[in-house]
């Protein structure tokens, strides 16, 4: 397990975060449909996480109405594991109860869920606190504010965002400069194989602004598995019930077609050959990975020992490149003479 810095800041993260969606779901609910795992089951995929050289662990407050995080508090109290050892990310943003405070990313909203969020891990501070995704009825600046007022307070160490448009998160890192508030050092976002849309805008602007980059669900919901696709396609699985993120599948098909050589030629899975290369791009800080069963994440982890080649790297790119589009082929094409 390799080990990168988040962002720029002093902490350092393994290259996989072990993604803890599939905890607590009820049957009957979203949650239930993407995972139900009980104490005992998300304890063993915590173990399997740690004992692979995984510091990272990843939930939210919405994931199972809060049952995410006090399982993922259970089973760090069950193993005995030392508080300085693990890197805790949760995040904020989705409705927790009825009303319209309850939800968004206003100052009263965060303090509180903050608050409730320590309370379910058992935990005295969270290492990376989150906003879930963009609120277009709070203004930046109060979200900004309410972050670094837990920071001062020692509730949170360090701050991320989660799904945000380039420019607001180049906008949220300009103003946490300005009024000197404690900086954004991650975003957390969807980026795969067949998801490459990232790359237009978002990408650049973490260069430029020196952010972390988290994946989520990089296998696609499971389609980058390959048990999705073709005339022996799965019936059961993640996406059989819940159809999530979209996948354009023609093109997807085209995707896993070109894997399955490589993945043959390695002696490894699909799904190995898709975290392999979200794990060669120089944008990627860490792949959240989530599982229903030890040998699912075994198999996951598994992907850090996977090399891909230029030619293996190369025929990928070629079969899932985005097409040319505006501003990005003129900027390229002006800006030759500068390369």
Partial sequence: ???????????????????????????????????????????ALVKTALDAGINFIDTANVYA???????????????????????I????????????????????HILAQCKASLTRLGLDHIDLYQIHGFD??????????????????????????????????????????????APLISLQ??????????????????????????VWSPLAGGYLSGKYDGTGAAADGRRATFDFPPVDL?????????????AEAKGVSVAQIALAWLLHQKAVTSVIVGAKRVDQLADNIAATAVQLDAAD??????????????????????????A
């Fill in 65 to 87: 109405e809060g049952r995410s995080e006090t399982l993922l508090g259970q089973a760090l109290r069950s193993l005995a594991v030392p508080r300085d050892e693990v890197v």
């Fill in 250 to 262: 023609p093109r997807g098909a085209a995707v896993i077609a070109a894997m399955r050589p490589i």
């Fill in 313 to 338: 790297l190369a025929a990928l790119d070629a079969v899932s490149k985005l097409p040319a589009e505006y501003p990005g082929w003129m900027l390229q094409r002006q800006g030759a003479y500068r």
């Fill in 136 to 181: 277009p009825a709070t203004p930046i600046v109060e979200t900004l504010e309410a972050l670094d007022t837990l920071v001062r307070h020692g509730h949170v160490r360090y701050l991320g965002l989660s799904n945000w448009a380039a420019w607001q998160v180049a906008k949220a890192v300009g103003i946490a400069e300005a009024r000197r508030l």
């Fill in 89 to 108: 990310a949760t995040k904020v943003l989705g409705p927790m109860g009825a009303g319209p405070n309850a939800r968004g990313a206003s100052r009263g």
């Fill in 1 to 43: 397990m390799r080990y990168r810095q988040l962002g720029q800041s002093g902490l350092f993260v393994s290259e996989l975060c072990l993604g803890t969606m599939t905890f607590g779901g009820g049957e009957a609910t979203m949650w239930g449909q993407i995972g139900r795992l009980d104490s005992r089951e998300a304890e």
């Fill in 189 to 214: 976002a969807y980026y795969t194989l067949v998801g490459r849309d990232l790359e237009r805008e978002v990408v650049p602007m973490l260069a430029s602004e020196g952010v972390g980059l988290m």
